[in-house]
């Protein structure tokens, strides 16, 4: 199989994996046997497309593969006379869904497979950190790696949650359906964890060759938008389609012509989508009008609203998103947002402030091995003069981070000039 074949599939398996293991959850109603399934398609994907190419429709191929193989399994179970009729109008109600947008999907309440199976991963019988793992990895697409990255914990802890999460809901056979409302809410802080964090993934690649991945954001949009009007009492679900819609705007801004990073401070924001940004501000307000915007995703969507309404680096108002992180901080005791409080106060008072907030944080070890926390220190120095310290913590920086258009960024900051 050539590079570019390989390449394709693996594009549209991470695209289409999610989509195809929930319409098969909704028919077989066992996890692992819908991963089976959804595994065999991809292995027929590999046998076949390479010759034939990558079809039209890939979603609809795969899903059709998988049918096949899923009357397969029913026969062997001696349910086909029972289910196979129910088979194909479940399936091929599932590849409908999948192709409306959410609007439509609202229609039937949740009406949407992905959402559908996110509640059931997000099931209280699980842990919380489980909940989340497990579905980052079937809804997000993304690997153990990446989701350990985003926990700041090692990889093998992560995979050992995901197992434990399968085998404990095909021990205590929960339901592929919809909850009911009181219980719907308790699972709704979980739900909105994993989309903020298939968003984050998506906005700034943890590793690989590009630095952001476009349809995770678009995904994780379309879930808070839904899931934002299936809730629409409830602040932190608005607070979470504003910060999305605002940071989704930047994305034509954060790409240069070949590819490279274009961070910041440093995009024309002329490029940024106005559109979006509309949006976003008006998700925000809200939120504001619900509570007053003080929870976790309403306070970063606040600090994205800043730098929104700024028509320039200059015009940014520093000392408000210097505020909004000591709310953050104050919610939340994370070091990484104790660590963009640093860079905020280095905006808004100096950098001999920020970095003496960022000095104060070195010995945490959840940090250590972030390159953010070498890069914003490396940033710091420079604005000071302390050149050769900043270049050094630029080069550390780069040596952490995976991601490859972040390391070209990294290594060009710690050249000499």
């Known amino acids: 199989m050539s590079a570019d074949s390989h390449a394709a599939i693996e594009a549209v398996w991470r695209l289409e994996a999610p989509k195809l293991t929930a319409g098969l959850m909704r028919v077989v109603r066992d996890l692992g046997a819908a991963e089976d399934l959804a595994h065999d398609a991809l292995v027929a994907a590999l046998e076949q497309w390479p010759a034939a190419g ?86 997000g697409g993304l690997t153990t790696g990446e989701i350990a990255r985003a926990y700041l914990v090692p990889e093998a802890t992560i995979a050992q949650r995901i197992v434990r999460a399968k085998k404990t809901l095909a021990k205590t056979r929960v339901p592929f359906e919809v909850p009911a409302p009181a219980e719907r809410m308790v699972r709704l802080a979980s739900v909105f964890e994993v989309i903020y964090l298939v968003f984050n993934e998506g906005y700034s690649a943890t590793a690989g060759e590009d630095w952001i991945r476009p349809s995770l954001c678009e995904e994780a949009l379309r879930l808070g938008r839904v899931l934002a009007t299936l809730v629409p009492a409830d602040a932190e679900a608005h607070g979470l389609v504003a910060l999305m819609e605002l940071q ?23 490029r940024w989508d106005r ?34 309404r700024a028509s320039t680096p200059g015009a940014t108002d520093w000392g408000r998103i210097a505020a909004l992180y000591a709310r953050l901080v104050d919610v939340t005791r994370s070091p990484i947002v104790r660590l963009n409080h640093a860079v905020a106060v280095g905006r808004a008072e100096g950098p001999a402030a920020g970095l003496a907030m960022i000095d104060a944080l070195a010995g945490d070890a959840s940090l250590a091995g972030y390159p953010y926390l070498a890069s914003a220190r490396g940033d710091l120095l420079e604005r000071l003069g302390r050149l050769d310290e900043a270049r050094a913590e630029f080069a550390r920086a780069a040596g952490q981070t995976r991601n490859a258009r972040d390391r070209d960024v990294l290594f060009a900051r710690a050249r000499p000039r």
Request: aromatic share 4%; net charge positive.
């Open 54 to 139: 990558v079809p039209r429709n890939p979603g609809a191929w795969l899903m059709q593969a998988a049918k096949h193989r899923a009357i397969d399994l029913l026969r062997r179970r001696s349910l086909l006379e029972r289910k196979h009729g129910e088979l194909a109008r479940e399936l091929d109600e599932g590849m409908r869904l999948a192709r409306r947008g959410p609007e439509e999907a609202l229609d039937d309440d949740i009406g949407d497979d992905l959402l559908r199976l996110m509640f059931v991963a997000c099931h209280p019988v699980l842990p919380a950190e489980a909940r989340v793992a497990l579905t980052l990895r079937l809804l």
């Open 248 to 270: 989704a705007s930047r994305f034509r801004a954060r790409i240069g012509p070949r590819g490279e990073a274009i961070l910041l401070l440093d995009q024309d924001r002329g």
């Open 275 to 308: 559109l979006l940004i509309g949006r976003g501000l008006a998700a925000l307000d809200r939120a504001i009008a619900l509570d007053g915007g003080g929870g976790f995703y309403a306070l970063q969507g606040g600090i994205a609203a800043c730098h929104a």
